[in-house]
């Protein structure tokens, strides 16, 4: 049984993620008695294509990711948001994927951070990292409420505790705030029963958000 | 990795297999009804040619999909000296959309087949599956309701057994001893290689199917 919100860090207008924000948000956890429980990690890969001809790229996804998430360490789920298409697989897909060599790599995202209790919730605070880098590319943040696994009845208490969590954020007065954007799951088959699939497709969705947040900056600085 | 090796077998015969797998195996048979749908890329996609398998397992209350993609046959010398074939394999179980999911990356249908027939799992030198089935064919898209035989009285048989580059040789000489066990009614060899249904399996059949055949394993 459990429940999960993934939130990303919206950064202000003109403002940027940094680590400083990171260690303040890490320490409010802490300043509403969260315990410190250790660390957690979460993959997020995309993938691209490998074409004869690259001129008939639009004819496969370019937002095919591959995502692993902390609860399952077994198990790989795949992500087309475009077509709404999640899919759970043993982590042997990943082998199954090399020996096809019909996608590779583009590019890996770690998420991760630690981990904290604070009695029927869990919370995990992590950055966005690109694999073999310490190039901050964002902050993330998992609340989990462990009693129950029906999103619907969920919902009441998962939004007063986070409304609870942002005014113990907002005195730190950081230039930006987590954000809650919940994926239409239907539209992905997924039922209310909350699984890691659900989870997968709250990743897929936070890293739109936040490649979303940095071409934002990028437009505006130029 | 896996060593298989394939055979054929009348469907009159089948039953005495079943006996004479049951009497060596000690265990009990499992029901399979597998659909089987083998994929192929986009000629567009990928540096070669590749497929992949997602198979339906409808036995279960509830059908569970597996992805498998089978590699090529290990070669040289070692290889040719062993009567099984040795080659890669890989299987992920996975959530029911694996077909949707593949279609988008641009993996098409190229057939797909219905294995109707029964399995026996049992460790013996090395973790053997043995399955018999009939294969059939779909007349129209997914339909397994309506499969027709592939081969009318002719059924497939196939032992496979998990093998890794450590313990491949001894795997393979445990299939090996196993199927001389079955010489008398059918005769395996490495898939492809095809040895047709062998002329004592009549006989043999008759001497299975009597009441005089211990029906357990031997001491």
């Not at chain 1, 696994?149 to 005195?171: D, G, N, T």
């Amino acid at each position: 049984m459990t429940i999960k919100w993934v939130l990303h860090w919206q950064p202000n207008v003109g403002t940027s993620v940094n680590s400083q924000i990171l260690n303040e948000v890490s320490q409010c956890v802490e300043s509403i008695n969260g315990v410190k429980e250790g660390r957690w990690k979460a993959t997020l890969t995309f993938y691209k294509p490998m074409l004869r001809d690259q001129s008939l790229a639009s004819e496969f996804p370019r937002d095919f990711l591959g995502i692993m998430v902390p609860e399952c360490p077994n198990k790989y789920f795949f992500v087309i948001r475009a077509q709404r298409i999640v899919l759970e697989a043993d982590s042997t897909i990943q082998t199954i994927m090399e020996k096809l060599q019909s996608y590779k790599m583009r590019v890996a995202l770690n998420f991760e951070g630690f981990q904290y209790q604070l009695g029927d919730f869990q919370l995990r605070v992590g950055k966005v990292v690109p694999t073999h880098s310490e190039n901050l590319r964002g902050i993330v943040m998992e609340v989990e409420y462990l009693p129950i696994s029906s999103i619907e009845k969920s919902r009441q208490i998962m939004e007063e505790f986070l409304e609870i969590w942002q005014e113990a954020l907002s005195k730190r007065t950081l230039p930006g705030r987590f954000m809650h954007m919940e994926p239409n799951f239907t539209e992905y088959g997924l039922s209310d029963h909350y699984s890691s699939q659900h989870t997968a497709v709250q990743y897929a969705n936070v890293m739109a958000q936040l490649i979303a947040s940095v071409q934002s900056v990028q437009s505006m600085r130029n | 990795m896996e060593c298989v090796v394939q055979g054929i077998i009348e469907t009159q015969h089948v039953e005495a297999l079943e006996i004479l797998l049951q009497g060596i195996c000690g265990v009990h048979r499992d029901r399979l009804r597998v659909h089987e749908i083998c994929l192929k890329n986009n000629p567009n996609l990928g540096n070669v040619a590749s497929e992949v398998r997602l198979l339906c397992d409808l036995e279960l209350p509830e059908p569970t999909w597996t992805v498998k993609h089978l590699g090529g046959a290990m070669r040289g010398a070692g290889a040719e000296q062993i009567s099984v074939l040795v080659r890669s394999m890989v299987e992920s179980k996975v959530s029911k959309n694996a077909l949707r999911l593949f279609n988008a990356l641009g993996y098409k249908l190229d057939h797909e087949l219905l294995r109707v027939g029964f399995a026996f799992h049992f460790q013996r030198g090395a973790q053997i599956t043995v399955t018999v089935s009939s294969v059939n064919k779909m007349l129209k898209l997914h339909a397994t309701d309506e499969a027709v035989p592939v081969t009318p009285g002719i059924q497939l048989v196939e032992v496979t057994a998990p093998a890794s580059s450590e313990n491949y040789t001894e795997v393979a000489s445990a299939v090996s001893s196993f199927c001389e066990y079955l010489a008398p009614l059918l005769h395996l060899s490495k898939p492809g290689v095809s040895t047709g249904v062998v002329p004592t399996a009549a006989a043999a059949a008759v001497s299975l199917m009597s009441d005089d055949f211990p029906r357990t394993q031997p001491e």
